[in-house]
């Protein structure tokens, strides 16, 4: 079997460029029917908070969802 090719989006908090690029990603993967092809995801490098590298420490955006106006942008572009 094909391993599939694992996509990696990063930025800063995970709420607005990394996950825009992972959505027009799987967006352009879905229509080209290549899913089975890619292992797609995003993250952040934490931040925001003196101890979010260490064991118990956060980050300043741990949790929450993409930005809305991230989501609005590109829901008036046609990708969810």
Known sequence: ANAKVGVLFV???????????????R???????????????SCGTGG???????PGGFSYHEGESSDTRMKAAAAERGIA
């Open 11 to 25: 930025c800063l908090g995970n709420i607005c460029r990394s996950p825009t690029a992972e959505a027009v990603f």
């Open 27 to 41: 967006d352009i993967v879905k229509t080209r029917g290549l899913e089975a092809v890619f292992d797609i995801d």
């Open 48 to 54: 925001g908070s003196s101890n979010w590298c260490h």
